[in-house]
């Protein structure tokens, strides 16, 4: 019975891992952080605080508060918001959209190259919008003065542009005069992806040295409907020196921003595939902050950072270098970005979880296959036999020993009908027997034990990674990250009847199932018959539960399962135990 317990306790603890241990990790955490900022919401409502004074060494950025003022006033449609300003037009191989002339704002921007669903004849992902909207999201650059008697550009400052038309050839710079000395030029570029490169420059005619304060910021409202995931981050994301700062939605303070100085690194808001994200000189010293606010009920996210001061002399100018990167998290391109602008870890903006160490080689070994054959799903079939080859002297071992097992079934039920109910006696007879025998029942367990993380990180790769996205298979499977579209209850689409999500059980979750319950015949039957009910039923709840997973992952564990039976029948074959 001890090979029987460990093995059950071995699929506890599988389920634990995959399904409960970051639910569990985390819900406390979260049901604390949503009363505190509920109550924290529910004072700022009573006693709205006055804004904090500034200092006049320093001043800062936009608050978050001011920012959304303007922004709640209907929640109109985009398309009019759009076209209620004058507008720069940006148009590359991959992103449309425009910057606004009013405020210089990078608040219309579109990803041509991913649709919002798997019909590549549905809308272009849209990834930022204006002020005016409901879920507004933009960026700002600009500078800051701690002499307030300095006209510097603002929300409403109108700017002029030299083109129509911002291009990855045709760069456009946009200009505005304060009429009291100062020219502020701000030019835009953008690149073949999705980097945009901004460049302040402040020339000084007046006849006093002026000290300004360059800042950027993205500025988000409304909290992504994908919270809850708690095998992903969501939410605020960057580097400051050197180390990896993350912080979730709905879990941020409501209130002060945090903040912490910097040389380098960078900041932002990322989703579970796209990423807008402020990128400051790598070589300046920055401070840089995140807030959560909820001015008019609203959630408000912001990130920012400011830089030193800068002087222009009388006659002279200076100059700020930003960049903000704004798209899709693809793993070959922000390493790109990290080894061509040296921006430190920046391929970590991909949550690879605590599994880092096995997601990514997974990822990259998925991907290089994939460059061979052209097919995310006959790479993890390739990448499955990789695996099982990685594995095969550990299982080998495993599937002769539960080979053994097997054959000493009938010595296991003669000890049982000599012992009755006496247990303790059952068990000392039966561990006599393993001894005799050279059979160590636990080491069965030893395979599933080890592919427990690889699992899980296999999940996590195909839940994460952009590159999986809308990736289909063949038939019926038009993308690996999704659960498998059928289900047996309309006879797989045969019949015109929509099935509720709970009976969605779907081809690949059968075939699952299947291969599962063959794979436990092969085993040694449980001597108790409760335990052996119990296993009984356990190819049908992994049916149910995995038919919510990945199709990707359940074509792997399906896979896994097929070479797992072929592998076990020839060992047990040569042992005559088959």
Known sequence: MMEQRNLVLTIVLSLLILLGFQYFYERPRMLQQQALQQQAAEEAEKSKPAPAARSTAEPGTPSADTLIDKAVDGERDRATVIGEASRVKIDTPRVSGSINLTGARLDDYTLKTYHETVDPKSPDVTLLNPLGTADAYYAEFGWSSADKSI?????????????????????????????????????????????????????????????????????????????????????????????????????????????????????????????????????????????????????????????????????????????IFAGAKEVKLLEHYRDELSIPLFEYAVDWGWFFFLTRPIFALLDFIYSLVGNFGISILILTVVIKAIFY??????????????????????????????????????????????????????????????????????????????????????????????????????????????????????????????????????????????????????TFMMAKFPAGLVIYYSWNNLLTILQQTLIMRRRGTA
């Not at 993205?218 to 708690?230: A, D």
């Not at 921003?257 to 796209?274: E, I, R």
């Not at 059928?486 to 299947?514: E, K, Q, R």
Request: proline share 8%; with cysteine; glycine share 8%.
């Open 151 to 323: 006209a510097v550009p603002g929300q409403e400052t109108h700017w002029t542009a030299d083109h129509p038309v911002l291009t990855q050839d045709q760069p456009v710079s946009l200009t505005w005069d304060n009429g009291a000395g100062l020219r502020f030029i701000r030019q835009f570029s953008i690149d073949a992806n999705f980097m945009v490169s901004v460049t302040s420059r402040v020339e000084n005619s007046t006849q006093a040295p002026v000290t300004l304060y360059p800042y950027a910021l993205v500025s988000r409202t409304g909290t992504p409907k994908t919270l809850g995931y708690t095998i992903l981050h969501e939410g605020v994301i960057g580097v400051t020196n050197g180390v990896l700062q993350e912080a979730k939605f709905g879990k941020i303070d409501l209130g002060a921003p945090v903040s912490q100085k910097t040389t380098g690194g960078w900041l932002g808001l990322t989703d579970k595939y796209w990423l807008v994200a402020l990128i400051p000189d790598q070589k300046a010293s920055v401070k840089m902050s995140y807030t959560y606010a909820k001015p008019h009920g609203a959630d408000k996210y912001q990130v920012d950072y400011l830089g030193d001061g800068e002087t222009a002399e009388p006659g002279g100018a200076i100059d700020a270098s930003q960049r």
């Open 393 to 542: 002297p550990i299982a080998s071992r495993s599937f002769v020993m539960m080979s053994k097992m097997k054959a000493l079934n009938p010595k296991l039920q003669e000890l049982k009908e000599k012992c009755g109910d006496d247990k303790v006696k059952l068990n000392q007879e039966m561990m006599a027997l393993y001894k005799r025998e050279k059979v160590n029942p636990v080491s069965g367990c030893l395979p599933v034990l080890l592919q427990i993380p690889v699992f899980f990180s296999l999940y996590k790769v195909l839940f994460v990674t952009i590159e999986m996205r809308h990736q289909p298979f063949y038939g019926w499977i038009r993308d690996l990250s999704a659960p498998d579209p059928t289900t047996i209850v309309n006879l797989f689409g045969l019949i015109p009847f929509d099935a509720p999500s709970f009976l969605m059980l779907g081809a690949w979750p059968l075939i699952l199932g299947v291969t599962m319950f063959f794979q436990q015949r092969l085993n040694p039957q449980p001597t108790d018959p409760v335990q052996a009910k119990v296993f009984m039923f356990m190819p049908l709840v992994f």
